[in-house]
C-alpha cells in the first residue's frame, strides 16, 4: 500500500482543527515597521544579506538618486558573461557543462589537462555505490521525483565515513560525487516511479565511458540509449544555463542557510533541492507547459496577436486556467529588459521545435513573451518593464527532447548542483556566522493562562 496513513484523520476533526487555527490565527502587514517580505525592499530589489564571488545578476543599473533603471540582463559565472560560454559551446561543438561546474567550483577555467581530469572524476562517480539504488530508492519509489532526490542525497550520508567533515578538502570531495551520482539517481527515481505509479516496465542502464553529464541523462534515461548530437548539445545549453544564479535565489540561500549553521553537506543540498522543487522557483516551467497545453486546448491561435492577447488577459484576470491570476514564465525579480537564459533558450531551441514538430507550441511561446509586457500594462496598470524568464522555453526544450515532465524540476536540479556546492564551499570558508534573520512579534501580549478545567 502506497498511501498506508491518509485516513488516519476523519474530514470532520481536520475541519474542526482548522476552524480552530483560522479563528485564532491572522497577521495584517504592518508598513510602519518597515518589514522585508519576502527579503525584498520597497523597490522590489533583495535585500543584501551577503557578498560572495562566485555569479553576478545584472538585470538593471541604479542612477544618482538610486531609481532603477531597465538594462538588457546579463548573467556572469566568476565574472565570465554566460552569452560567452554559450557561444564557445555553439562554435565549439563542445560541451561545456563541465567546464562549468569546474569554473564555479573553484574559480577559474581549466585547462586541457584539469578539464580531462575533473571529466573521469565526474564519469568514474556516475554509478551509485552498491546497494544504494536498491535500498535507497526502489524500496521506497515516490510519486515526486524532487522528493526522491533529497532522500536520495540525504542517503549519501550514510555512505561516507567523513560526512560531517566540513574541510575544504573533503567538502570538495563530497561536492564532486553529489555532482556525478545525481543524474543517476534522478533516471533510477524515474523508472521506479513508471513502475508503482504508471504500471509501466522499467529499464536500467549502467553508464557509459565518455559520456558528458548531458549524454548520460539521455542515454541511461532512453529505453533505446540513442539520442542526436543536436539533442544532447541542446540538453548541455539548458543545463549550463541552469548553472548558478546568484546567492540570493532561493534554493541557493536554504543551502547557504543550512550550511551557516555547520550541518553537513549532504543536508544543504538535500534542502536546497526541496526549496527548488516549490512551483514558485523551480516548478515554474512545469506550469508554464499546462498554461501552454489550455491555450491550445481553447484554440489560442499562435499567429494571431488578438488571440493570444485576449487569452492573456483572461488568465490575468482569472477567468481562465488556474483562476491564480499569474502568467507563467513572465516576469523576474531582477531582470527587466531581457534574461539571458530565456534569450538562449529561445535561440538554439527554434531549429529543434521545427525539426520535432513543436512550431505551434514555439510560436505560441514567442508570442506570449511579445505580448504579456502589454497584458500587464492593462490589466495591471504595470509602468516596471517585464520580460520573459528561463521557465518560458525551458519546459518546451525538455518536452521536444522526449523527457517526462515528472522530471523537468529534477534536471533544473542537477544544473544547479554545482553551483549549490560553491556557494556552500564559500560560506563555511568566509562567513563563519550562522544566518538569523529577524521576524517582529506582532501577536497579542499579556493573555492569561486558564486552567483546563476552566476553558
Known sequence: MLYPNTQSLTEEQLKILCDEYRKHNCITQNTTMDVKRGLRNADGTGVLAGLTNICDVVGYQKDSDGNIIPADGHLLYRGIDLYDIVNEAVN???????????????????????????????????ELPDGFAETMIMSAPSPNIMNKMARSVLAMYAYDKKAEDNSLENVLRQSINVIAEMPTMMVYAYQIYRHAFKHQSMYFHYPKAGHSTAEHILATYREDQNFTHEEAKLLDLCLICHGDHGGGNNSTFTDRVVSSTGSDTYSAIASAILSLKGPRHGGANLKVMEQLDNMIQAGVNPQSDASVYEALKQILTKQSRDRSGLVYGIGHAVYTKSD?????????????????????????????????????????????????NVDLFSGLIYRMLGIDEVLFTPIFAIARAGGWCAHRMEEIEFNNRIIRPAYAYCGERGKTYFPLDER
Request: with cysteine; proline share 4%; glycine share 4%.
Open 340 to 388: 539571458p537564459r530565456a534569450q538562449i533558450l529561445k535561440t538554439y531551441s527554434y531549429d529543434l521545435s521545427r525539426i520535432k514538430g513543436f512550431e505551434k507550441e514555439y510560436d505560441l511561446l514567442c508570442m506570449i513573451e511579445k505580448l504579456a509586457p502589454e497584458v500587464f500594462k492593462e490589466v495591471k496598470g504595470t509602468t516596471k518593464n517585464i520580460c520573459a
Open 92 to 126: 565549439s561543438g563542445r560541451f561545456l557543462f563541465e567546464e562549468v561546474e569546474w569554473l564555479l567550483l573553484l574559480g577559474t577555467l581549466p585547462t586541457k589537462e584539469e578539464l580531462q581530469m575533473f571529466q573521469t572524476m565526474l564519469e568514474n562517480h556516475h
